[in-house]
C-alpha cells in the first residue's frame, strides 16, 4: 500500500475524532476489562493518543499490568482504537499538552510528580460513518508485529510503519 494512501486513511481517522473532547479509554483488570471517560488531547493525530491521568488511579495500575486498551469515540461517527498504552512521565510533554483546563480538573500543575501521561500507539481503528452503517471501514497497522491482517469486502486493510 502507498503512503499516499496510508496518508488518507490516517487523515480520515484524525477527521473522525478531532472534535470529539471526550473518549472511553477501556483497560484490563483482574476482573474483566473496565472504561471510563478521558480528556482527549488537543493534537493532530499522528497514530498516537495522549491523556493525562495521576499515578494514584487505577488505570495507571491496569496500564502497568497489561498495556493492551482500547479508545472509543462517539460523535459524528463511531470510532474504536486498539492499542498498546504506556506511561510517559516526561516533563517537558507534559507541559506541552497542559492547558488550564487540566489544572481545574486534576486541582494540581503539569510538574506535579503525580501527574503522568497515558500514550496510547494505535494498532488497529475501525470506525462507523453514523451516515450509512451497513458499510464498515476499517484500517490495521502493526507496529509490534509487522504482521498484516486479512481483509474482507467490508474492511480496509492498510499498514502504517513509522
Do not use: C
Not at 502493526?142 to 481483509?151: A, E, L, N, V, Y
Amino acid at each position: 500500500m502507498s503512503n499516499m494512501m496510508k496518508q488518507e486513511e490516517m487523515e480520515t481517522l484524525r477527521e473522525l475524532i478531532k472534535d470529539v473532547e471526550t473518549a472511553m479509554l477501556t483497560t484490563v483488570t483482574e476482573e474483566g476489562l473496565i472504561s471510563r471517560p478521558m480528556k482527549t488531547q488537543e493534537l493532530e493525530f499522528d497514530g498516537d493518543l495522549w491523556f493525562f491521568t495521576k499515578k494514584e488511579t487505577n488505570k495507571y495500575e491496569e496500564i502497568l499490568h497489561d498495556h493492551d486498551v482500547n479508545v472509543a469515540y462517539a460523535g459524528k461517527s463511531y470510532v474504536s482504537v486498539r492499542g498498546r498504552a504506556e506511561i510517559v512521565e516526561d516533563l517537558d510533554k507534559k507541559k506541552e499538552l497542559w492547558s488550564k483546563t487540566y489544572e481545574k480538573i486534576m486541582q494540581t500543575s503539569y510538574d506535579d510528580p503525580n501527574v503522568v501521561l497515558i500514550n496510547v500507539k494505535a494498532e488497529a481503528a475501525e470506525y462507523w460513518e453514523t451516515g450509512n452503517f451497513t458499510k464498515k471501514v476499517a484500517f490495521f497497522y502493526k507496529r509490534i508485529t509487522g504482521q498484516s491482517s486479512k481483509s474482507t469486502d467490508v474492511n480496509e486493510t492498510i499498514e502504517l510503519n513509522k
